[in-house]
């Protein structure tokens, strides 16, 4: 499915109920139901509101910010059980005091597309599952993200630029 062709249905009443995500100062853009999650603007940015629903608030922790900055994924690219994994990923590092290195994920994932600009988690063949129940994914998710003023947040100016298609990465 093209990812312009989801128009958003996150409205401004849902947004100001995930707004303690983010820094006081977060200027949010008014719901726009024209609006499209792959929509590229030097102002604004797109943000999927079911990171921040499964425990999320930004800035992102280092693991997960790391992935995509690596990776230059959009946030609106990643399916909710890639998001779903890294963040338990997070939790049990910071509640285990673990180490692990973003280096490492490669020998438990493979990142794979789905969509040809959406991308998840796939485990490696014979290997058990790292994590389990993270695989559900939530399709209503793809219409439920809002903006956000780049320069209204922290680290703004170096959130992704623009989609990655398969096979650029």
Same mark, same amino acid.
């Given at each position: 499915m093209n990812p312009s062709s989801k128009i958003c249905k996150f409205t401004d009443p849902e947004i100001e109920n995930l707004a303690w995500c983010f820094p006081s100062e977060t200027v949010f853009r008014p719901f726009d139901p024209s609006a499209h999650s792959d929509a590229i603007a030097p102002v604004w940015f797109c943000f999927p509101?079911? #990171?921040? /629903?499964?425990g999320y608030s930004y800035p992102f922790p280092h693991l997960t910010q790391g992935f995509f900055t690596l990776?230059?994924?959009?946030?609106?690219?990643?399916?909710?059980?890639?998001c779903r994994t890294l963040f338990t990923i997070e939790e049990i590092l910071k509640t285990e005091d673990l180490e692990f290195v973003l280096l490492e994920l490669p020998y438990l994932y493979s990142l794979v597309t #789905?969509?040809?600009?959406?991308?998840?988690? *796939?485990? *490696?063949? #014979?290997?058990p599952l790292s994590i389990l129940k993270t695989t559900q994914n939530d399709f209503t998710? *793809?219409?439920?993200?809002f903006f956000v003023r780049k320069d209204s947040i922290p680290n703004g100016d170096c959130l992704p630029k623009?989609? /990655?298609l398969m096979g650029r990465i």
């Open positions: 509101a079911l #990171h921040f /629903i499964q990776t230059g994924i959009s946030y609106s690219q990643a399916m909710p059980m890639l #789905h969509d040809s600009s959406r991308f998840l988690f *796939k485990s *490696k063949p #014979h290997q998710g *793809k219409n439920q993200f623009k989609w /990655i």
